[in-house]
């Protein structure tokens, strides 16, 4: 079973707008993991937050994690041609089990 | 520092056959994963090695073995290989599981035929 579920599968926005990208977990979990994925290339590490935490910022990047509704979201602001990947959610417990969803698509158009 | 390395990058087997895939770190990382992506789905966990001589089974270990002899190295073994094994395999590596931030290598695709 997966762990992380992306919403939506597939986004399309020019450049300069926001993308949100949501993230459903089913079990309990030590922190939310995201990743993004170049075509072709291995995962990349985005942002972690832990389940005390309820909002992170990393650059353009904001998390939100919502642990009484067993969800995240990933906010890229001032979207650049650049964030076209996959963005992947994990949910990561204390068992080292981490479990990969199957992604959100996002392209950029410039 | 090179980070996680895979070798080879590409691979055409024929049924049957075996190899081993070869992941390398040089952060002196304790844990060793390896997973394996499907188009359109995420990463699943095959096997994972908590520190040097361990091993455990992650998600979908069928079809697949692992060594960890030295802490650098953490090897994927295919004995006979089945097309459904066509996938692209994943390494990674961290200092603490699932509570931290893990470390991909390039990737290794392999394709059965």
């Known amino acids: 079973s997966q762990q992380g579920e992306e919403d939506p599968q597939a986004l399309s926005i020019q450049e300069g707008e926001n993308a949100t990208m949501n993230c459903s977990y089913k079990?309990?979990?030590?922190?939310l993991q995201w990743y993004r994925q170049n075509s072709g290339r291995g995962l990349v590490h985005l942002i972690l937050?832990?389940?005390?935490?309820r909002e992170k910022d990393s650059g353009r990047l904001r998390v939100t994690l919502d642990t009484s509704k067993k969800s995240s979201s990933l906010l890229i602001t001032a979207s650049r041609a650049a964030d076209t990947a996959s963005y992947f959610c994990?949910?990561?417990?204390?068992?080292?089990?981490?479990?990969f969803g199957a992604g959100t698509r996002l392209t950029v158009k410039p | 520092n090179a980070g996680v390395t895979q070798t080879p990058k590409f691979r055409v087997l024929k049924t049957g056959q075996s190899m081993t895939l070869l992941c390398a770190q040089d952060m002196n990382h304790e844990y060793m994963y390896w997973y394996r992506q499907d188009p359109g789905m995420g990463l699943r966990l095959i096997h994972y090695?908590?520190?040097?001589?361990?091993?455990a089974k992650g998600e979908v270990p069928d079809g697949y073995n692992v060594s960890r002899l030295k802490k650098q190295n953490f090897l994927l073994g295919l004995e006979s290989a089945a097309p459904s094994q066509t996938s692209v395999y994943f390494c990674a590596s961290n200092n603490r599981g699932a509570q931290e931030t893990q470390y991909f290598g390039p990737g290794t695709r392999l394709l059965v035929l």
């Open positions: 994990a949910g990561g417990d204390w068992n080292n089990d981490m479990r």
């Open positions: 090695s908590v520190g040097e001589g361990t091993t």
């Open positions: 079990t309990s979990i030590n922190n």
């Open positions: 937050i832990r389940s005390n935490e």
